[in-house]
């Protein structure tokens, strides 16, 4: 039988985790006084890399503002001993520190051309003192971390942190400092992390959650619980849907020949599809596929305009044995459809999975 399916999402992550709150005891993170962080770029940054770092500080510091004033503040250095640089250069291929928060001197902090904005945001985070959601005491009561797929020279990321001031914020799926299931994978078919609750999925942050402010402001002492939330949320209004437990408004076309499927696990046939779903492992049009097999055949994203139905984007053979980002822009002015399609190879070794469908109005947020 060929298989085809729409992958189900097994995670919904909500993040939570700023750790840098007043009176942190057990881990010894140093805050910037005053929450003033001076920065500077090196020349090997370009101007659209630095546009969009500057775009996402701007975000931060709005989404932190309280009390009247600005809870974190980014200034171009002058002749401060403490600071951070940005550069496409580092000492190490992420340009990370073992602690998050300020290290003393010269901080660089490794950006690229090509860095996604939820990258962006979670490189400042660590820089202001934030450790990741996922590594605070108790996380292992929500994810289960998979150390065997996980190089032991990446394993330091995705250790908890001995800092009683996570407990302040419950776990929160949303942060922005999550990692996508699959990061940093020995083996690209096998989640490193995964939610411990069916139904709960790792989603597609770019902008902080409420709990990332409240726990920002919470370290640097600006604001007070329940003092009114400035959050910029980039995807609101956004069509999205995990699979989770339906097809969400995604309806099975009438006159195809075989239905997609909501399906948990591999297929029944060996050496095809995933094993895995993406979000368990979580206008602009994006969604994660998975193509593999000896005979998969082809995939199709079509906009559908009253009758007339028009190729888009098509994907053609076997995509690597892992999940891809599938991401573009479109201007449609009338009513219109998505319409996805798979079309089948001569035989059951191929498997085409769909999964966290996104689309929303306004230009790419990369």
Same mark, same amino acid.
């Given at each position: 039988?060929?298989?085809?399916?729409?992958?189900?999402?097994?995670?919904?992550?909500?993040?939570?985790?700023?750790?840098?709150?007043?009176?942190?005891?057990?881990?010894? %993170?140093?805050?910037?006084?005053?929450?003033?962080?001076?920065? *500077? =770029?090196?020349?090997? @940054? !370009?101007?659209? &890399?630095?546009?969009?770092?500057?775009?996402?500080?701007?975000?931060?510091?709005?989404?932190?503002?309280?009390?009247?004033?600005?809870?974190?503040?980014?200034?171009?250095?002058?002749?401060?001993?403490?600071?951070?640089?940005?550069?496409?250069?580092?000492?190490?291929?992420?340009?990370?520190?073992?602690?998050?928060?300020?290290?003393?001197?010269?901080?660089?902090?490794?950006?690229?051309?090509?860095?996604?904005?939820?990258?962006?945001?979670?490189?400042?985070?660590?820089?202001?003192?934030?450790?990741?959601?996922?590594?605070?005491?108790?996380?292992?009561?929500?994810?289960? %971390?998979?150390?065997?797929?996980?190089?032991?020279?990446?394993? *330091? =990321?995705?250790?908890? @942190? !001995?800092?009683? &001031?996570?407990?302040?914020?419950?776990?929160?799926?949303?942060?922005?400092?999550?990692?996508?299931?699959?990061?940093?994978?020995?083996?690209?078919?096998?989640?490193?992390?995964?939610?411990?609750?069916?139904?709960?999925?790792?989603?597609?942050?770019?902008?902080?959650?409420?709990?990332?402010?409240?726990?920002?402001?919470?370290?640097?002492?600006?604001?007070?619980?329940?003092?009114?939330?400035?959050?910029?949320?980039?995807?609101?209004?956004?069509?999205?849907?995990?699979?989770?437990?339906?097809?969400?408004?995604?309806?099975?076309?009438?006159?195809?020949?075989?239905?997609? %499927?909501?399906?948990?696990?591999?297929?029944?046939?060996?050496? *095809?599809?995933?094993?895995?779903?993406?979000?368990?492992?979580?206008?602009?049009?994006?969604?994660?596929?998975?193509?593999?097999?000896?005979?998969?055949?082809?995939?199709?994203?079509?906009?559908?305009?009253?009758?007339?139905?028009?190729?888009?984007?098509?994907?053609?053979?076997?995509?690597?044995?892992?999940?891809?980002?599938?991401?573009?822009?479109?201007?449609?002015?009338?009513?219109?459809?998505?319409?996805?399609?798979?079309?089948?190879?001569?035989?059951?070794?191929?498997?085409?999975?769909?999964?966290?469908?996104?689309?929303?109005?306004?230009?790419?947020?990369?």
């Amino acid at each position: 039988m060929i298989s085809l399916r729409l992958a189900a999402s097994l995670a919904v992550l909500l993040q939570c985790v700023f750790c840098a709150p007043q009176g942190r005891s057990g881990d010894n %993170v140093e805050l910037w006084p005053f929450g003033r962080i001076p920065i *500077t =770029f090196a020349s090997s @940054v !370009n101007g659209f &890399t630095r546009e969009r770092v500057l775009a996402s500080i701007q975000e931060i510091q709005f989404d932190t503002y309280s009390g009247g004033r600005e809870c974190i503040t980014y200034i171009p250095r002058k002749n401060e001993v403490d600071f951070v640089e940005f550069s496409t250069e580092s000492q190490d291929s992420f340009g990370r520190v073992a602690k998050p928060g300020r290290i003393g001197g010269r901080q660089v902090v490794k950006v690229t051309d090509s860095m996604a904005k939820a990258d962006i945001m979670q490189l400042l985070m660590y820089t202001m003192g934030s450790y990741n959601a996922f590594r605070r005491p108790d996380r292992d009561n929500f994810v289960q %971390v998979n150390y065997d797929n996980i190089p032991t020279a990446f394993q *330091t =990321f995705f250790a908890k @942190v !001995n800092d009683t &001031t996570f407990f302040k914020s419950p776990f929160d799926y949303n942060s922005v400092t999550f990692f996508y299931p699959f990061a940093y994978a020995k083996d690209s078919t096998r989640p490193t992390m995964q939610a411990k609750y069916e139904g709960e999925v790792f989603p597609w942050s770019v902008s902080l959650s409420d709990f990332d402010i409240e726990n920002v402001r919470a370290g640097y002492g600006c604001g007070r619980v329940g003092d009114v939330i400035h959050r910029q949320n980039l995807l609101s209004g956004a069509v999205k849907c995990s699979f989770e437990n339906d097809l969400c408004k995604w309806t099975q076309d009438s006159l195809n020949d075989f239905d997609f %499927v909501r399906n948990n696990g591999p297929t029944k046939s060996n050496g *095809t599809g995933p094993a895995f779903d993406y979000s368990n492992g979580i206008g602009k049009f994006l969604f994660y596929y998975y193509m593999s097999g000896k005979d998969v055949n082809r995939a199709t994203v079509n906009i559908r305009v009253g009758s007339v139905t028009k190729e888009f984007k098509a994907l053609e053979g076997e995509q690597a044995n892992q999940w891809n980002v599938f991401n573009d822009e479109f201007t449609v002015g009338q009513n219109f459809q998505v319409v996805l399609e798979a079309s089948m190879g001569q035989s059951d070794l191929g498997d085409i999975a769909l999964d966290d469908v996104y689309y929303y109005r306004g230009r790419c947020i990369v």
